[in-house]
């Protein structure tokens, strides 16, 4: 596709994510998704985090549980931006559309990922809050935001490119919680037990290596390091990278 | 232009299109027509690039679909079998959305919606979710992003499907006043609307081309071509008599109605009047033939499938 300008991919791309994000805020999902995504991360932050009981000015309690919220409401985000397609036919008006499939599937992620930040966003009182109540490292914090929003990026990659599969949302949701899991939990005991004894350490280093829990858990304490963006940066490139793979192959089924 | 050659695509033990080629010029309106399943839909998909042929190649003004759908697909527009939308957006930011997507620059964007929501006229319900709108809208909304950018080429699969006669009618008129100068290409079921819109029509069944002529060269091919019709009183009487004229080769009586087929080039007509006059018969109707399109195509379809 070498015809085609990198300015005309972009320019497709960002059509396609303004008409996801129009679509988005046209029906109660996006509502629903807000609310529920708000009154979550509050029950998280205040009952399990213990949040005032710790008595420490910062924002860990909020953050800590962001993976978790994560494995069930990104799916629940991604779960249609393909099989919602498939379902309805209109997969077949967006590829008979100039575009490429690369600029749809990067204008669709693009839009869940605003979408997801714009959620992630609203939570800024609780940033509010924890000032006015003490003196917080504010980088950490900002840090923090990045590394949440990052980590929601690489969950939405992984199920954007599971919804490209099947034209059935609920196997999308399926599929996808089980794939971000097995991300998630990579770098934990239960999984490490599993290969420790008998596979070789490079094994076992890249197996935790892969863990999102990690390289947020890094980044949330402030250290910005390179590795651990680059990391996310990879992650979400490799599986739109999939995504993109799987539309070629597969667009009518 | 369009060129398939030697289209073919197969699925695990199927044959849904078996080595198709043709050449669509400029000034066509091309009526595909085949029974359910017969391959009018996947050949429309291999057209634009939706569907990758097994075999075989589709070019659009000369570029090659599958190597650069992209480029194609700017040529065309393309209404897909049961005109997919976005159902939760409005009429008007579906086909913004689409105008944007088809590259129309940015100044012209807003110009362009205003134009297809009259030609199709939807601007009562231009601010209304498409997913609310009936089937008759739907279509419209269907083929007014067909037509957005003013395509050369147009590729409609079923475009009247689920209209009403007065819609009919109307979408019929439009591509009659689109044809000019472009190519239309469209896939129904519905004799009547190829004799109404098209120039020439392709009969395919099992994927495989059955006959590519003209309406009218199609019509002549039916048993019925210049045959006489006629409703009169003593109907058996009457068809025995005529049977023995030297132009009439057979008669048959079906529903009330004598059709006499001729046994010469011409002059069967004048035969018959001259017979009705000459016996005084109570004529109630009387008609030349000149062809049943159902006929011929059941003929051309059920051979194909009883061979």
Request: glycine residues 8%; charged residues 20%.
């Amino acid at each position: 596709m070498s015809t085609v300008g990198s300015s005309a991919a972009m320019r497709g791309a960002t059509n396609v994510m303004r008409r996801e994000l129009t679509g988005y805020f046209a029906t109660p999902v996006a509502y629903v998704f807000l609310v529920i995504f708000l009154m979550m991360t509050g029950v998280f932050t205040f009952y399990l985090g213990n949040f005032y009981e710790r008595g420490f000015a910062d924002l860990d309690p909020f953050f800590r549980f962001h993976p978790w919220l994560y494995l069930f409401l990104v799916p629940a985000i991604s779960m249609r931006l393909w099989a919602e397609e498939r379902r309805s036919g209109t997969i077949e008006l967006l590829f008979t559309l100039p575009l490429t499939t690369f600029a749809a599937v990067l204008g669709k992620f693009l839009a869940a990922w605003l979408f997801i930040g714009l959620a992630l966003f609203l939570t800024v009182p609780m940033w509010f809050t924890v000032n006015y109540l003490g003196s917080p490292d504010n980088g950490v914090i900002l840090a923090g935001y990045l590394g949440s929003w990052l980590m929601a990026g690489g969950f939405l990659a992984i199920g954007s490119c599971m919804s490209a599969l099947t034209r059935n949302q609920v196997i999308a949701f399926i599929l996808s919680v089980v794939v971000c899991f097995l991300f998630l939990l990579s770098g934990l005991p239960m999984v490490m037990n599993l290969f420790k004894g008998w596979a070789p350490q490079i094994i076992l280093d890249g197996i935790s290596g892969l863990s999102f829990f990690k390289h947020f858990a890094d980044i949330s304490k402030g250290v910005i390091d390179l590795r651990d963006l680059v990391y996310f940066v990879l992650v979400i490139s490799f599986w739109l990278f999939a995504n993109v793979l799987i539309l070629n192959m597969k667009k009518a089924d | 232009m369009i060129e398939a050659k030697s289209l073919c695509k197969r699925y695990d033990g199927f044959t849904a299109v078996d080595d198709l080629s043709f050449t669509i010029k400029a000034g066509q309106v091309l009526g595909f027509l085949g029974p359910n399943g017969a391959g009018k839909s996947t050949t429309m998909k291999m057209l634009t690039g939706f569907l990758t042929p097994t075999s075989g190649i589709a070019l659009i003004n000369g570029i090659d679909v599958s190597e650069n759908p992209v480029e194609a697909c700017k040529h065309i527009g393309y209404l897909p079998e049961g005109a997919p939308c976005y159902g939760e957006m409005t009429v008007r930011q579906f086909l913004t959305f689409v105008a944007r997507a088809r590259l129309i620059s940015r100044a012209d964007v807003s110009e362009s919606v205003d134009r297809a929501v009259e030609k199709l006229s939807l601007t009562t319900v231009s601010h209304q979710p498409v997913e609310t709108l009936s089937k008759g809208f739907k279509r419209r909304v269907g083929l007014a992003q067909a037509i957005i950018h003013d395509p050369q080429i147009l590729i409609l699969d079923e475009p009247t499907d689920g209209l009403d006669p007065n819609q009919k009618h109307e979408v019929r008129h439009l591509i009659k006043t689109m044809a000019k100068d472009k190519i239309i290409v469209i896939s129904t079921h519905i004799l009547e609307e190829v004799e109404a819109v098209c120039n020439r029509v392709m009969i395919i069944a099992d994927g495989k081309l059955l006959a590519d002529d003209t309406p009218h060269g199609l019509v002549a091919r039916s048993r019925y071509n210049n045959s006489v019709s006629m409703v009169v009183e003593e109907a058996e009487k009457v068809a025995s008599v005529l049977s023995e004229l030297p132009q009439v080769a057979k008669a048959e009586l079906q529903d009330g109605e004598l059709t006499l087929f001729p046994a010469v080039e011409q002059g069967l007509f004048e035969a018959i009047t001259a017979a009705i006059a000459e016996h005084q018969w109570e004529v109630m109707a009387l008609r030349l033939e000149a062809g049943r399109l159902d006929e011929v195509f059941r003929s051309i379809t059920s051979k194909e499938s009883a061979a």
